[in-house]
């Protein structure tokens, strides 16, 4: 089975999304609310989650987990679940994409079924994520800013509003941006670990690039996770990548997850 669509996707994020409701068997039931949010959406990257395979006389039976990560106007992002798979009748890869991670893992749990092997209980627990020599097997491409001259201020104002880290930056940074006049959003690749099932912790990391009207740059960096207690979606802003990260590592640790 290919693994073609992990990393950044190309072509825009409408045309992503076009390309995956053609394939999937299923892009039908996606809600046209989703498809409209993930159509404007400012960029787009693919990743692969997951892949299990249980080798037969016929040939291998397997299926892998896409996860495509649509970076919104507001900031915010929406995530589309894709599982490929070859357990039809000739083989042939079979696609099928989800807006919710539960009914994704109803679906693989099915596929699982199909292909043999381990029972699924047995696998709760195991991470579907690729060995560690894979995840590291390419290096980031670094990518020029592009700068979008469009109310840049006041996107500076809705990402530390909604930081919810009692150390964010302050008032003096607050102060600063209130002159940028252009950013640039950029979906950092820091590839994370996750425990397997449709309740499993995962993080993701953005560089809001911002230039003041006397020619400086600042960068926020915003960690969203789920690394809390009840699960809820949490944001937090800092001014560096390294105070992000050990953000990251260290509610990891509290709740006894290895990222």
Not at 8 to 27: K, M, S, V
Not at 120 to 130: C, K, M, V
Request: hydrophobic residues 40%; aromatic residues 6%.
């Amino acid at each position: 089975m290919g693994h073609s669509r992990a990393g950044a996707g190309g072509g825009t994020p409408a045309e992503h999304l076009d390309g995956l409701l053609a394939r999937a068997q299923n892009g039908f039931e996606i809600d046209e609310a989703v498809l409209g949010r993930a159509r404007v959406a400012l960029m787009h990257q693919s990743e692969l989650r997951s892949c299990r395979q249980c080798n037969e006389p016929a040939g291998p039976l397997g299926y892998s987990t896409y996860r495509h990560i649509f970076l919104l106007p507001d900031g915010s992002s929406l995530l589309l679940w894709e599982l490929e798979h070859n357990t039809g009748p000739d083989r042939r890869p079979l696609f099928e994409v989800y807006a919710d991670e539960d009914a994704l893992a109803l679906a693989e749990r099915r596929v699982h079924e199909r292909i043999g092997g381990a029972r699924w209980d047995e696998l709760e627990g195991l991470p579907l994520w690729l060995p560690e020599q894979l995840l590291h097997a390419v290096a980031p491409v670094e990518t020029p800013r592009a700068y979008v001259a469009e109310d840049s201020a006041d996107h500076a104002r809705r990402v530390l509003r909604r930081a919810e880290n009692p150390d964010r930056p302050g008032v003096d940074t607050e102060q600063l941006l209130a002159t940028a006049f252009a950013h640039d959003i950029a979906l950092a690749p820091k590839p994370r670990r996750r425990p397997g099932g449709p309740d499993a912790t995962w993080c993701r990391f953005y560089e809001h690039a911002f230039l003041l009207a006397g020619g400086d740059e600042i960068v926020l960096w915003e960690l969203e996770h789920n690394l809390t207690a009840d699960g809820r979606l949490v944001c937090e802003v800092y001014l560096d990548e390294v105070s992000a990260e050990l953000a990251a590592d260290r509610h990891a640790r509290a709740l006894g997850v290895d990222l």
